[in-house]
C-alpha cells in the first residue's frame, strides 16, 4: 500500500494536544468556586506567584541568616571591600608565547590573549618554567616568579609598587590574677608602721560646737 502523501489536508500534530484548564467555569466544570487555589492565604491571591528569589514569606531569609565576612562589603569599594584589591593571575609558563627579548605588559599580554583587558591589575605567579629572557612590566610579581625570570636574564620592574604593611602593636598582657589578689590585700591592709602595728587613718578634728 502506497505510502500517504503529506499535505494541508492531512497535517495534524505529532502527539495530540491537551485541553487547557479552564477555572472558574461553575462548579459543575470541577475547577470552580475557588479555582482550585484553595481558601484565603498568600497564595490564592493574584501576583502571588512573582515572588522574587530568595523570599521565605518574611522570614529572615537564609543568606542574611549565615555568617558574614569582615570589611566593607559597599559597592563602591568592590570585589568586596576599599581594602581590598583585585588581580588577574598569570602564570610564567604561559609567557613562551613571548619571544626572547620582548617586552610582556598588561597591554601585550592583552595582544597575546593571556588577559581579556587591562582594567585589571595583573600579578604574574610562579607556576611552570621560563628559559626567555624577557622585560616583565606588571603590577604584583610572586617571589618564585621573579626568582625564576631573573635567573632566565630577564628584569622585572613593578608597575604599582606593593603596600607596607602596618605592624601590629602588641598590647601590654594583665597582671595574673594571683598577683592581683596579692596587691589588693596590700591595699586592704596598708602599709605597717616601723613599729610593727598598722597604720590608722588620719581623723579629721572636730569642729567646734
Do not use: C, W
Not at 543568606?63 to 581590598?84: A, E, N, Q
Not at 620582548?102 to 597575546?112: A, G, I, Q
Not at 604599582?160 to 594571683?178: L, V, Y
Request: charged fraction near 35%; glycine fraction near 12%.
Amino acid at each position: 500500500m502506497p505510502e500517504k502523501q503529506l499535505n494541508l489536508s492531512n497535517i495534524g500534530p505529532a502527539q495530540p494536544r491537551e485541553d487547557r484548564k479552564r477555572v472558574g467555569r461553575g462548579l459543575g466544570s470541577g475547577k470552580g468556586r475557588y479555582s482550585g487555589r484553595g481558601i484565603k492565604g498568600q497564595k490564592s491571591r493574584s501576583g502571588s506567584h512573582k515572588m522574587r528569589a530568595g523570599f521565605e514569606g518574611g522570614q529572615m531569609p537564609i543568606y542574611m541568616r549565615i555568617g558574614k565576612l569582615r570589611g566593607s562589603t559597599s559597592k563602591d569599594g568592590m570585589p568586596i571591600g576599599p581594602f581590598r584589591t583585585s588581580t588577574v593571575p598569570v602564570n610564567i609558563r604561559d609567557l613562551d608565547r613571548f619571544e626572547a627579548g620582548d617586552e610582556v605588559t598588561p597591554e601585550s599580554l592583552v595582544e597575546k590573549r593571556l588577559i581579556k583587558n587591562t582594567k585589571t591589575d595583573v600579578k604574574l605567579l610562579g607556576v611552570g618554567d621560563v628559559s626567555k629572557k624577557l622585560t616583565v612590566r606588571v603590577h604584583a610579581i610572586s617571589a618564585s616568579a621573579r626568582e625564576k625570570i631573573e635567573a632566565a636574564g630577564g628584569t622585572v620592574e613593578l608597575l604599582r609598587e606593593p603596600k607596607e604593611r602596618k605592624k601590629r602593636r602588641h598590647k601590654e598582657k594583665p597582671a595574673t590574677a594571683a598577683a592581683e589578689t596579692v596587691a589588693a590585700a596590700e591595699d586592704a591592709v596598708g602599709e605597717p608602721d616601723p613599729e610593727g602595728e598598722p597604720a590608722e587613718a588620719e581623723q579629721a578634728p572636730e569642729g567646734e560646737g
